[in-house]
């Protein structure tokens, strides 16, 4: 158990909606990062917050956005869903904003229909 | 996005056997990870590596972080059957603040037949 928390952890919608995932890092993190797995891409990193703001962004599309709340639970919001967003989302965290292991939650399948 | 090189892609192993696998990246990291991943779950932690030369065993998993900062490998002692997964080597930037990673496509370690 990496002590990261992803929920939900299968999600099936359709296209043109918007979803929300969630994460709770492990205890005494201060960064979140977020990534997308699927076949053809791997694993691509989208967005990081360290306490509460944003440090980094990657890959990231505009439909798609994220924050991290006071408690550093990081929500991912993917809206005017497409097929081609149906992957694996997940969740790391790690103590500081720069260098250092990052542990993974298992993940969120998002399936669109 | 950027991705790192690594290889094998797949291969399968026999009870008993060492396995080797390599990552080459065109930029410079300062860290280097490893990551085994089996079906329906996150990636996990096997080995963080952060200085160049560096040689870092766990249990019968020995990586090292090559000189040039360009590359690392990972080598599995004696496999075992629960070594089949998906061996992911990632790589953290040089500079700045942010510490996302970036990821190969994987090695996938399958049982002989």
């Known amino acids: 158990d990496s002590g990261v928390t992803q929920t939900p952890k299968h999600l099936i919608t359709a296209t043109g909606q918007r979803v929300t995932l969630r994460c709770s890092p492990r205890?005494?993190?201060?960064?979140v990062y977020w990534y997308q797995q699927s076949l053809d891409q791997g694993l691509q990193f989208l967005i990081q917050?360290?306490?509460?703001?944003?440090?980094a962004k990657g890959n990231i599309l505009e439909r798609f956005s994220a924050q991290q709340f006071p408690d550093l639970h990081s929500e991912l919001n993917l809206s005017s869903l497409e097929l081609g967003d149906s992957a694996l989302y997940f969740c790391?965290?790690?103590?500081?904003?720069?260098?250092?292991?990052?542990?993974f939650g298992d993940g969120t399948r998002l399936s669109i229909l | 996005g950027q991705q790192l090189n690594q290889s094998p892609q797949s291969m399968f192993i026999q009870e008993g056997e060492d396995v080797s696998m390599n990552c080459t990246s065109s930029?410079?990291?300062?860290?280097w990870l490893w990551y085994k991943q089996d079906p329906g779950e996150g990636p996990v932690l096997l080995i963080a590596?952060?200085?160049?030369?560096e040689l870092t065993s766990n249990g019968r998993l020995t990586a090292q972080f090559g000189i040039t900062r360009k590359d690392s490998f990972l080598n599995i002692s004696a496999s075992i059957p629960s070594d089949v997964g998906i061996y992911f080597c990632?790589?953290?930037?040089?500079?700045?603040?942010?510490?996302?990673?970036?990821f190969g496509k994987g090695t996938k370690l399958s049982v002989k037949p």
């Open positions: 790391a965290s790690s103590v500081g904003g720069g260098s250092g292991p990052q542990h």
């Open positions: 205890s005494g993190d201060l960064s």
């Open positions: 917050y360290y306490n509460g703001e944003e440090r």
């Open positions: 930029s410079i990291f300062n860290t």
């Open positions: 590596l952060y200085k160049a030369g």
């Open positions: 990632a790589g953290q930037l040089v500079g700045g603040s942010q510490g996302n990673l970036i």
